[in-house]
């Protein structure tokens, strides 16, 4: 399929590019690395040779949110928006960009958005979990109260919020102690993102601003596939959820979020996630440079759905939600 839009994307300046080392093994990581610098080289190359259209730029992870120093944290997340408004700017035709955000500091967040949104152009932001404040082993989640009035500026600017994934620090990591091979994308980083999703949608935020939208990559970090579970669960009691949300959790996914296919290209995956949320509500990602764009399209153009459906979730998509 040509003309298709992908948005989980990344890349990354020097102060964040060490994030990125350690998580696919020493063997690729000149190759990993080249990658993230690269913008419109091998990139745009790639993009061309499989039919991307617009790719939607987003700094690595955990890079912003794992800066403890909140005054740091604020200078890493402006040097990287003005360094990717600058990419754009070199070829607006084919790079967007989501904005890095210092959620260390709710107020300097906010305007950090808005300066990307009005000024540089950006068509969402991209926030890598939970931030790390002042002690290193904090995780501070965005359904906590000091976020509240941050979200409300999400609502008006109206544009996505991509919640992307990040590792749990090693003391909150007891489930994996022993077992190092779980962490990233093979399980933890599903894990985490999940339950950061399931609580933002219990939390009552969505009631408050009923216009926000949320995106999450990999097919929805294994949501679609539990979220009946999460209403549903030992229905025959009749008990009252215990969340501060007024509706069902289910409702909050349907309405709230988006999908995209970013690292998880199977075909019997993406039609649970259809049978879930709806091919209007899914958007095509490759997740590069962690995962290959050639996966990614070459399933994607192949995979056994409508091609109305494919066109949808490639391309239209994506064009409504980030009005491009
Ligand atoms: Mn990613």
Not at 52 to 59: G, H, Q
Not at 75 to 100: C, H, I, M, T, W
Not at 183 to 193: H, I, K, S, V, Y
Request: net charge neutral; hydrophobic share 40%; charged share 25%.
């Amino acid at each position: 399929m040509q003309g298709k839009i992908a948005l989980e994307e990344h890349f990354s300046i020097e102060d964040t590019l060490m994030d990125s080392a350690g998580f696919l093994g020493e063997h690729v990581w000149e190759e990993l690395k080249s990658r993230l610098l690269d913008i419109h080289g091998k990139r745009l190359a790639q993009m061309d040779q499989h039919g991307i259209e617009i790719t939607i730029l987003s700094l690595n992870a955990p890079a912003v949110q794992a800066i403890a120093d909140r005054k740091r944290a604020y200078d890493v997340a402006r040097k990287a928006n003005d360094f990717l408004a600058e990419q754009v700017r070199k070829n607006p035709r084919r790079f967007q960009a989501f904005a890095a955000l210092p959620m260390q500091d709710p107020e300097r967040a906010t305007r950090e958005y808005e300066r990307c949104i009005k000024e540089l152009g950006f068509v969402g932001a991209l926030v890598n979990g939970f931030s790390q404040i002042d002690d290193p082993k904090s995780a501070v989640y965005l359904d906590l109260p000091q976020y509240r009035d941050f979200w409300g500026v999400v609502e008006k600017l109206d544009y996505p919020f991509y919640l992307h994934p990040r590792n749990p620090l090693p003391h909150m990591a007891q489930i994996y102690e022993g077992h190092p091979w779980l962490l990233g994308p093979t399980w933890a980083f599903g894990q985490e993102t999940a339950v950061h999703a399931l609580r933002l949608m219990g939390s009552g935020l969505f009631d408050k601003y009923p216009g926000l939208k949320i995106v999450l990559g990999h097919l929805g970090e294994g949501l679609p596939y539990s979220i009946w579970r999460v209403d549903n669960r030992n229905a025959w009691t009749k008990a009252k959820p215990k969340y501060p949300a007024k509706r069902k959790i289910g409702e909050y996914f349907q309405q709230h979020f988006w999908l995209t296919t970013s690292g998880n290209f199977r075909t019997q995956t993406l039609i649970d996630a259809m049978l879930e949320i709806g091919s209007d509500r899914i958007l095509f990602s490759t997740d590069w440079p962690f995962e290959n764009i050639d996966h990614a399209a070459i399933w994607f153009d192949a995979a056994t759905i409508s091609e109305l459906d494919r066109q949808k979730i490639g391309r239209l998509n994506a064009k409504a939600l980030f009005k491009l």
